[in-house]
T-cell receptor, first 115, second 115 residues
Framework: KQEVTQIPAALSVPEGENLVLNCSFT??????LQWFRQDPGKGLTSLLL?????REQTSGRLNASLDKSSGRSTLYIAASQPGDSATYLC??????????????FGGGTRLMVKP | NAGVTQTPKFRILKIGQSMTLQCTQD?????MYWYRQDPGMGLKLIYY???????DKGEVPNGYNVSRSTTEDFPLRLELAAPSQTSVYFC??????????????FGDGTRLSIL
């Protein structure tokens, strides 16, 4: 059974700092890995989707990498801003037994960027 | 486009009561999902649907039922509510592209308390 882990569970940094969020998964047989942002009281917003054949994806100040063989992904946030404060979740789409294209989620990292 | 719309946003139920959480999407997506998120945890899949008339169980289906009579709507039914079903419920949808690498789109959630 695929398991997804995110460490740390919470992170507090000063504004302007570059930071890295970590995600690990136990089964490398995946279609893709997605990073989501969740604001308090809101749903999830898709940030980046990395296909299994890709090594990284970039969007603005965000860069996500994927090392499928080691079961790891990182989300790099450059020049962090208070508006980046949110919970960040990673999720994988397993290859096996996944006719519904379901996602398996990690527990999330709660990020606070202090002014 | 409204995207994925969930109603109600909040609800308090007594133990043993029943209710239906509504979800509708206007993106003509075939795939729809129901997740629950417990405090500090990631999302767990309850049920999913790959198209009208087709539903299947996810990781935590006990105590829930779903139906999919139209492409747009995917209601989640709780029968005999129990305190363990206190959670935030998210509905999501996903399009059917050329590849399986399509992101899921989420509603804002329904916050349900069972007392």
């Amino acid at each position: 059974k695929q398991e997804v882990t995110q460490i740390p569970a919470a992170l507090s940094v000063p504004e302007g700092e570059n930071l890295v969020l970590n995600c690990s998964f136990t089964d490398s047989a995946i279609y893709n890995l997605q990073w989501f942002r969740q604001d308090p009281g809101k749903g999830l917003t898709s940030l980046l989707l990395i296909q299994s054949s890709q090594r990284e994806q970039t969007s603005g100040r965000l860069n996500a990498s994927l090392d499928k063989s080691s079961g790891r992904s990182t989300l790099y946030i450059a020049a962090s801003q208070p508006g980046d404060s949110a919970t960040y979740l990673c999720a994988v789409s397993p290859l096996k037994g996944n006719a519904g294209n379901m996602l398996t989620f990690g527990g999330g990292t709660r990020l606070m960027v202090k002014p | 486009n409204a995207g994925v719309t969930q109603t109600p946003k909040f609800r308090i139920l007594k133990i043993g009561q029943s209710m239906t959480l509504q979800c509708t999407q206007d993106m003509n997506h075939n795939y729809m999902y129901w997740y629950r998120q417990d405090p500090g945890m990631g999302l767990k899949l309850i049920y999913y649907s790959v198209g009208a008339g087709i539903t299947d169980k996810g990781e935590v289906p006990n105590g829930y039922n779903v139906s999919r009579s139209t492409t747009e709507d995917f209601p989640l039914r709780l029968e005999l509510a129990a305190p363990s079903q206190t959670s935030v419920y998210f509905c999501a949808s996903r399009g059917t592209g050329v590849t399986r690498n399509q992101p899921q789109h989420f509603g804002d959630g329904t916050r349900l308390s069972i007392l």
